[in-house]
């Protein structure tokens, strides 16, 4: 099983919407796919719940309580865990130790870059990241292409000196969608493609 855990220390960067969109992406490529809600919000579960039976198939698991993690079935390719916010200390470790690799989201604005600073400064504490067996891969989220806050975020990557895996444009579709519990890889639509080419690197980071 190949689990992928995303996460943030902050809330609000758009963790859900990522979690499920790449479950969505791995659904509709192959192989049995579970999503596991770590967050007390359960927004994963509902989008879960929302989602048709025509829809590519993925497995809801509830994470939320400490004791559950862990807890998946054996027969699963993938699993793509929904971190809480705020997430630090024992709660992060247990996540990572289940994880080949973190996905944090990160939005265009200073509140945004400063707690994804303070995030990767603890989570580069923790055994398994220090010593490379789980990468880190930052996702610049929700972008407003030619704006100055786009511009001081990739100012803020430079300085980190990371390179983001993806930059995802803001669009009203992924709402949308995921009011049905879909996303834009359950729409073959053609207005969708350059939507699905800006994960093209995210989906062949998780598959590698």
């Known amino acids: ?107 265009a604005s200073v509140f945004d870059a400063e707690s994804t600073r303070a995030f990767i400064e603890e989570i580069e504490e923790i055994k398994r990241v220090r010593k490379g067996k789980v990468p880190v891969h930052l996702v610049a989220n929700r972008l407003r292409a030619g704006t100055r806050a786009a511009a001081d975020l990739d100012a803020f990557f430079d300085e980190l000196e990371r390179e983001p895996l993806a930059h995802l444009s803001e669009r009203t579709a992924y709402a949308a969608l995921a009011a049905e519990g879909l996303s834009i890889f359950d729409k073959p639509m053609r207005r969708l493609e350059p939507l699905r080419d800006q994960w093209v690197p995210i989906v062949g980071a998780v598959c590698a």
Do not use: C, F, H, Y
């Not at 099983?1 to 192959?30: F, H, P, S």
């Open 1 to 107: 099983m190949r689990a992928i855990l995303v996460a943030n220390r902050k809330g609000g960067v758009g963790k859900t919407m990522i979690a499920t969109t790449l479950a969505a992406a791995l659904a509709n490529r192959e192989g049995q796919v579970a999503l596991a809600d770590a967050d007390r919000q359960g927004s994963s579960l509902a989008w879960l719940a929302r989602r048709p039976a025509s829809a590519a198939p993925i497995r809801g698991l509830n994470w939320q309580k400490s004791g559950a993690i862990g807890d998946a079935p054996k027969k699963v390719d993938w699993l793509v865990i929904d971190a809480p916010g705020a997430l630090k200390g024992a709660r992060a470790e247990a996540l990572i130790a289940e994880a080949r690799a973190v996905i944090a989201p990160v939005q």
